[in-house]
C-alpha cells in the first residue's frame, strides 16, 4: 500500500502523534506530574504546585506551541504554493523579520508613545508584528515578479534584503533598549514559549485558528494557481483576489505567531516540503497535514528546549534552525539538480 494514496491514514496518524507528544510535554518536567494525578484530579487544588505547573505554566506553553506550530506550517505551505515555488518560507523571505522588526519596535519604543501606552500590549504586539510582516510580503510580491516571474533566485534575493534590512532595524532598537530589557528582548529574538499565558493562547487562538480555517478554504484554488496564473484564470479562480487574501492570512498568521513567540525558523519551509514525500502536493491534504506535523514538530521542540539542558531553557529558535538549516541546504540541492537554481 502506498501512503502517497492514504493521505487520511497520514493526517491520522500525525494527530495521534500530536497527542501523545502533547501528553508527554504536560507530565514532563521538573515538577513531577503523572496520569494519574492528571486525570483523577487527585489533591489538585489552584494553591498546589503540580496544579500550577501543569495548567499556568505547561498547558498554555503546549497550546500556544500547537497554535504557532499549525500556524506557521499552514502559511508555509500556502507561501509556497503562492510564489509556485518549493523554497519560499516566511522567515526566508522577510515575512518573520518584517514581524519581528514591527513587535521589536512596540517592545522598545511602544511605552514612549502616549497613544500607544493606552493600548494593551496584548492587542498592540501582535497588531504591529501583523503590519510589518504584510508589508515584507508586499515587498517580497511586487519585487520578485517584477523582476524574473517569481523565480526562486529573485524571491530570495529580495527576502535577505529584507531580512538584512529588519535585521538592522533591530538591531537599532536593541541598541536604544535599556539594559533590563536587553536579555527579555534579545531571548525573545532567538523565540520561545516562556512567554506563553492563558491571555496569550486566547488571543492567539482568535486569530491563527480562523486564519488558518480560511486558508484550507482556499486548498483548490492554490491547486489551480499551480498550473500558472493564465490557467486558474480560466478554470475561474479570481488570482488578483486570491492572493491578495492568501497574503493577508499568512501575515496574520506569521505576525500573531512572530508576537508571541518570537523568532522561530523553518517550520514552513521544513514541514510541507517532508510532508509532499507522502502525501502528495495536492493542497486539500497538505495543508491540514503541515497544521498538525507543524504543531507536532513545535511541541516536540518546545520540549526539549525546556528539558534538554535542564535547569536552564534553550531558545527554541535555535534548535529549529539546527534542524532546519541542512534541510535547507538539501532543498536547493535538489532545486539545483532539477535545474530550478
Not at 489533591?43 to 505547561?58: E, G, K, N, P
Not at 491540514?288 to 534553550?314: K, M, N, Q, Y
Amino acid at each position: 500500500m502506498s501512503y502517497r494514496r492514504k493521505p487520511s491514514l497520514i493526517l491520522l496518524v500525525l494527530a495521534l502523534a500530536l497527542i501523545a507528544v502533547s501528553v508527554l510535554s504536560l507530565l514532563t518536567g521538573a515538577i513531577e506530574v503523572t496520569i494519574s494525578d492528571w486525570v483523577l484530579g487527585a489533591d489538585y487544588t489552584r494553591q498546589s504546585v503540580a496544579s500550577v505547573v501543569l495548567f499556568d505554566i505547561r498547558l498554555p506553553r503546549m497550546l500556544l506551541a500547537s497554535l504557532v506550530g499549525a500556524g506557521l506550517g499552514v502559511s508555509g505551505a500556502v507561501i509556497q504554493g503562492l510564489f509556485r515555488n518549493p523554497l519560499a518560507d516566511p522567515g526566508l523571505i522577510g515575512v518573520s523579520g518584517g514581524a519581528a522588526l514591527g513587535a521589536a519596535y512596540i517592545l522598545v519604543l511602544g511605552s514612549q508613545s502616549l497613544w500607544l501606552a493606552t493600548i494593551p500590549i496584548n492587542i498592540m504586539l501582535p497588531t504591529a508584528a501583523f503590519m510589518g510582516g504584510l508589508l515584507a510580503t508586499l515587498l517580497v510580491m511586487t519585487f520578485s515578479w517584477s523582476a524574473r516571474a517569481g523565480s526562486v533566485t529573485a524571491i530570495l534575493l529580495v527576502g535577505l534584503a529584507i531580512n538584512t534590512m529588519a535585521t538592522g532595524g533591530i538591531g537599532l532598537l536593541t541598541a536604544l533598549t535599556d539594559q533590563d530589557s536587553l536579555g527579555n528582548l534579545t531571548f525573545w529574538l532567538l523565540g520561545s514559549m516562556a512567554g506563553a499565558d492563558v491571555n496569550n493562547v486566547l488571543i492567539a487562538a482568535a486569530v491563527i485558528v480562523p486564519a488558518i480555517c480560511l486558508l484550507l478554504r482556499d486548498a483548490s484554488n492554490l491547486d489551480c494557481l499551480l498550473l500558472g496564473e493564465s490557467s486558474a484564470r480560466t478554470l475561474g479562480v479570481p488570482v488578483t483576489a486570491l492572493k491578495l487574501r492568501l497574503v493577508f492570512l499568512s501575515a496574520l498568521v506569521v505576525g500573531c505567531a512572530v508576537a508571541f513567540t518570537g523568532m522561530i525558523g523553518f517550520i514552513g519551509l521544513i514541514v510541507p516540503n517532508l510532508l509532499r514525500f507522502v502525501v502528495g502536493p495536492l493542497h486539500r491534504w497538505l495543508l491540514p497535514a503541515s497544521a498538525i506535523f507543524g504543531a507536532l514538530l513545535l511541541v516536540t521542540a518546545d520540549l526539549l528546549a525546556r528539558t534538554i539542558w535542564f535547569p536552564r531553557e534553550l531558545p527554541i529558535g535555535v534548535l529549529t534552525s539546527l534542524i532546519g538549516a541542512p534541510i535547507f541546504i538539501f532543498l536547493i540541492a535538489v532545486q539545483r539538480r532539477k535545474g530550478l537554481l
